[in-house]
């Protein structure tokens, strides 16, 4: 299981706020990591895989911070976001449309 800060099973465990500076951390890492351009507008063959964790994860977290009412609704997306984003970095399912 890979959390996002300490123990994320509820969405008690981080405020709206927190859930977004974790997951503005996480998709940094991931960045870093792939070693991809910091937008997707930028296309280079040899750095950009449609199945790249950090790409998933950046339109992901997008989605997310789009909901409308992000704060108050937090509670109730919760769990699907973080079932979502587990599939990313477990099985990277949720985006790979090919």
């Known amino acids: 299981m890979i959390p996002i800060w300490g123990n994320d099973d509820t969405h008690l465990c ?3 706020l927190r859930f977004l500076e974790a997951s503005n951390n996480l998709l ?3 960045k ?3 070693k ?6 930028h296309q280079d ?4 895989t449609p199945t790249n964790h950090a790409i998933e994860y950046e339109k992901h977290l997008n989605f997310f911070k789009q909901v409308e ?10 769990r699907f976001e ?8 477990m099985a990277n399912v949720l985006f790979n449309w090919q």
Do not use: C, T
């Open 14 to 16: 981080l405020s709206p």
């Open 28 to 30: 940094k890492a991931l």
């Open 32 to 34: 870093l990591l792939a």
């Open 36 to 41: 991809i351009p910091d937008s997707l507008d």
């Open 45 to 48: 063959s040899d750095v950009f």
């Open 69 to 78: 009412d992000f704060e108050n609704s937090y509670a109730l997306w919760y």
């Open 82 to 89: 973080r079932e979502a984003r587990l599939d990313i970095l």
